[in-house]
């Protein structure tokens, strides 16, 4: 019985290596510029295009899906190929994804900047990337079905079951949360409004987190760390526990990001039992990470490889843990909305996968270079400086987070605000924003000692484009396992382990979002509640371009210290007009779901032109550009006939004279605002948007009495 | 509020029913599947990953051994 010889593909490896560490230092040092605006404002360099609301998407877009994106297919297309003894299915397809992922990439450094959003977090792309997105994942999609059909090893190791479970989850996430109803070609409205859109949108949010963020680690984990301590993972029968458990679980548990809001309870409710539950699945995945090195201790003090996975798979255990936690009812009336999620975010970010994607680099550049790592040192101390970086970054956020928290819910003995002033509270955390961004610098001048590592290691070797690897056909193979009669159906066998995989998955997407559209035809609605004006809705766009929902939330929870400092809790029938909702999910300037009518126009025309002017010692930035550019009315009619299509109760025809209606309400505001000695130009973009700010929550101000049920 | 909302959306209780019997019934065929692995399939599974190995030493230009 003769081998098969064959040859594996470095050359798309080590494609995707490069990319890595390229986005890698490009989306850090994005965030690190978007911290530093948090405590000055002029790191912004005066310009929109890097002011901090659109920059924080492409932060978390470049770190999400160009730095871990490219991690994870460097990782997989390596040990895939391993795992089935096979090529890749096709170097063409090989080649279309990889270039197809960094014009994505390439195209969402574009777009964010200049504004192209959709508002919604981590899915923020507009639709013609949405669409580009879905065939490059497609691409993908065949070309590892591909490999693993023509593999030459009979079963499938649990990373494949990983692999599988993330490329058949993403698709489904993607989709079902991108469906928008385009109105121009950069611009769309999410299908779905208000409660129902901040469902999907962390049903989308959490299962990234979970199908983009952790389960392709997670088999890369149970790959690269046996490789690293040259020992099988401690128990592969927990890995199997480890799988099932943690991707039927973690479906259900993306409410938990809506806790007290507007979100029906039941839903809120499941969410929490969910999330309480993943702790068990997750620790079982970190213990079966750490006791693979039972015995492999003394290495771990040698080997910066081991060092950067041991840190890596602890993270993992922290912010597993952390998760549950948060998704306690009381302990998030505390931490949401504060920078304490933020801290919890970055340790999965920094720890779990810049540490795994390093602990892999350092592994895998020196076998694909076939040389050694150029200086252990340098590693060490890439190894500390990220350390010491997170837990700068994390303490100094937790600290952050629960001062503010605590200084947000304090009452005097008399029973009012003891900080009615929100700066106030912003200003109390400063120095923890400055000690945030020494920790980011540490991290990122951490990961560029390793690129030059890297690169030193790549060149003092020579890249084998093509290994040479021999093994028997899977058919010969069946002969020699004939014993095993009753063999793995399930999972020798790539296509009922795929659908049984969506079937897992969709059971939690399922069982959350049909009740949400029962309840759509039942939701009490309000009837004071009308849809935008044309001028509104233009503002509310504007609202969506500058990315204002980074940092002020739309959504008065139900707790005496938010309608004390924000007025009347929000209401899930206050937003059935809201394509998309904007309940945000950080308030780093205060909720604005009842800001309408609080202050007088000429309030907001100066504090939009420079915030400090209003409030003193305030980190928001100027909005200098919306004074002097010209609103772009001529979108008006699409937006106003787009938004009838899906369900906004706009008459027929109201597109023909809904510019008419816009000018009008123009002339009034500026008017108003001229006549207080306000500079102001009826046709500039600021215009709408103070007439969007002074309509929120206006609707049923005060007024409960209009609030009826169908 | 959404209680009686709840009340008066027919047949929703199936949904909580449904919820808890594919909860229970996943994890009770899980541990089943479990107890039921046979020992060799386990060992030859998480050896599969360093098998390679060979390939690799043949390929491998000596000095690269320090994992």
Known sequence: MEKEKFYYDNEIVKNFAIATLVWGVVGMLVGLIAALQLYNPVHNMGSQYTTFGRIRPLHTNAVIFAFVGNAIFMGLYYSLQRLCKARMYSDLLSKIHFWGWQSIILLAAITLPLGLSTSKEYAELEWPIDILITLVWVVFAINMFGTIIKRREKHMYVSIWFYIATVVTVAVLHIVNSIEIPVTFFKSYSVYAGVQDALVQWWYGHNAVAFFLTTPFLGLMYYFLPKAAERPIYSYRLSIVHFWSLIFLYIWAGPHHLLYTALPDWAQTLGTVFSVMLLAPSWGGMFNGLLTLRGAWDKVREEPVLKFMVVAITAYGMSTFEGPLLSFKNVNAIAHFTDWIVAHAHVGALGWNGFLTFGILYWLVPRLYRTKLYSNKMANLHFWLGTLGIVFYAVSMYWAGITQSLMWKEFTPEGILRYPNFLETVLQIVPMYLIRSIGGFLYLTGVIIGCVNLIKTAKSGSLLKNEEAEAYQMNLMDQTLKKEKKHRWLESKPTQFAILTTVVILIGGIAEIIPSYLIKSNVPTIKSVKPYSPLELQGRDLYIREGCNNCHSQMIRPFRSETERYGEYSKAGEFVYDHPFLWGSKRTGPDLARIGQKYPNLWHFNHMLDPVSMSPGSNMPKYDWLFTQDLDISTTSAKIIALRKIGVPYPEGYENIANEELNKQAAEITEDLIKNGAPAEQTKEIIALIAYLQRLGTDIKGNQKNQNTK | ?67
């Open chain 2, 1 to 67: 509020m959404y209680k009686f909302i709840f009340e008066k959306t027919e047949g929703v209780d199936v949904y909580g029913i449904f919820a808890l019997s594919t909860f229970f019934i996943f994890f009770i065929v899980m541990i089943i599947w479990m107890m039921r692995v046979k020992k060799d399939y386990l060992s030859k599974m998480e050896k599969l990953p360093l098998e390679e190995n060979d390939n690799e030493l043949l390929n491998f230009k000596k000095g690269n051994n320090n994992i």
